[in-house]
């Protein structure tokens, strides 16, 4: 059975750091893509970065390039996500997705078949 659960969220003063987790099991990271998404009540999941198990290819959101880094650990199984001078704007829930044997890396959301419960990330003053 394939479960992913994130954790590292909270609140964190404009300009803070948090650095996000997703634990996957039942798969192992090598054949997995790996994306972090956000999203807002009434909008749409938005991706934010992905991780390639096959190619180790990554992509960030153009707004995130520089402020977010995402990484993975294969003996935790665990894929990070390190987000740096965080801005109001970043508020969202933040969800990983996990697409086994997949090519690349994926950006969109319905090319995923397994998602977390997702965690709150809060910036704010």
């Known amino acids: 059975q394939v479960q992913l659960a994130e954790s590292g969220g909270g609140l964190v003063q404009p300009g803070g750091s948090l650095r996000l987790s997703c634990a996957v099991s039942?798969?192992?990271?090598?054949?997995?893509?790996i994306g972090w998404f956000r999203q807002v009540p009434g909008k749409e999941r938005e991706g934010v970065s992905c991780?390639?198990?096959?190619?180790?290819?990554?992509y960030y959101l153009p707004s995130e390039k520089g402020r977010f880094t995402i990484s993975r650990d294969n003996v935790k199984n665990t894929v990070y996500l390190q987000m740096n001078s965080l801005k109001p704007e970043d508020t969202a829930s933040y969800y990983c997705?996990?697409?086994?044997?997949?090519?690349?890396?994926?950006?969109?959301?319905?090319?995923?078949?397994?998602w977390g419960q997702g965690t709150q990330v809060t910036v704010s003053s």
């Open positions: 997705g996990a697409r086994a044997y997949a090519s690349g890396c994926l950006r969109n959301p319905y090319e995923y078949d397994y």
């Open positions: 039942g798969l192992t990271l090598d054949h997995v893509a």
């Open positions: 991780l390639s198990g096959s190619d180790g290819s990554t």
